[in-house]
């Protein structure tokens, strides 16, 4: 009697934490879902000022003078290995 009693409980006890579990298990989809979407949105919005940054690029440089430092991109940029890009200021020989 005394064993049945333990399996039943044991029994509605894993249940319920199975149950847990699965809300658990819906409520990290659901978020990651969320953040995925909220990534992707992101990707997308970057791109487009990408585009539009190299766009205006394309445009302005030719009308760079010559002797302007920043007439040859390659060289204007101050520091390859560094994460970040030094510009230096603009001048004109």
Not at 47 to 62: G, V
Not at 70 to 84: F, K, P, Q, V
């Amino acid at each position: 009697m005394i064993v049945r009693y333990l399996m039943t409980i044991t029994s509605f006890l894993s249940h319920r934490q199975n149950e847990a579990l699965q809300r658990d298990i819906t409520d990290l989809q659901s978020e990651f879902e969320f953040d995925r979407i909220d990534y992707l949105d992101t990707i997308r919005k970057l791109e487009k000022q990408f585009e539009l940054s190299q766009a205006l690029l394309d445009r302005i440089h030719p009308c760079l003078r010559r002797d302007c430092n920043y007439s040859n991109l390659d060289r204007s940029i101050s520091h390859h290995r560094t994460a970040c890009i030094l510009l230096s200021l603009v001048q004109a020989s």
